[in-house]
């Protein structure tokens, strides 16, 4: 049964999420609760892990909850569920984009979708900002030293834009993020 609701569970989040790992957060975050898979304080831990470790957040979480459920098994199905959906459109859309691609309506289409999904990506950025500094919908419980870090690392992000023209890549803004988690909260 654990097999089959793995099955369900990814092909849901790999047919529904668009936009890539940000804006899959919120429905990843649904199905996986729904489910009662993680709790929400190990869903924020997973998605903190999956986005400092190489490789895709919903492939790292469909293998990481399928070990867990049921296996070896289970990371099988759960990852082959997440990445079926993608492998599928991709390869459709490729034998559909030559005649799409001059298409207004097309265009517009994209267009707007780039607008959802940056919305999409903000929420769930403010969202994670929010419960990890203020607390979740259970209670509210101030981090002074996470609200801190998170003004810290967005001074070093923004600043680092002032002083170099393109800005500290995102592999070093990890790595800082990282080494002042572990410096503020340890191991």
Do not use: H
């Amino acid at each position: 049964m654990i097999l089959l609701e793995l099955l369900v569970g990814f092909l849901m989040i790999g047919c529904f999420s668009f936009g890539g790992a940000y804006a899959a957060i919120p429905l990843i975050r649904e199905v996986v609760l729904s489910f009662g898979w993680l709790e929400e304080e190990k869903l924020s831990y997973m998605i903190a892990v999956s986005e400092s470790t190489p490789g895709p957040i919903m492939v790292n979480m469909a293998t990481y909850i399928g070990s867990v459920k049921a296996g070896v098994p289970g990371a099988i199905i759960a990852t082959f569920a997440v990445v079926l959906p993608a492998f599928l459109i991709v390869i459709i859309l490729m034998l559909l984009l030559k005649k799409l691609v001059n298409s207004g309506a097309f265009q517009a289409t994209l267009g707007s979708l780039k607008s959802c999904v940056t919305g999409i990506i903000l929420a769930t950025g403010a969202y994670m900002i929010l419960t990890n500094c203020i607390g979740s919908y259970s209670g509210i419980a101030v981090d002074y030293v996470a609200i801190i870090l998170t003004l810290a690392l967005g001074a070093v992000c923004f600043g680092s834009k002032k002083i170099m023209k393109k800005g500290l890549s995102p592999i070093i803004l990890i790595c800082i993020a990282g080494v002042a988690g572990i410096l503020a909260y340890g191991w």
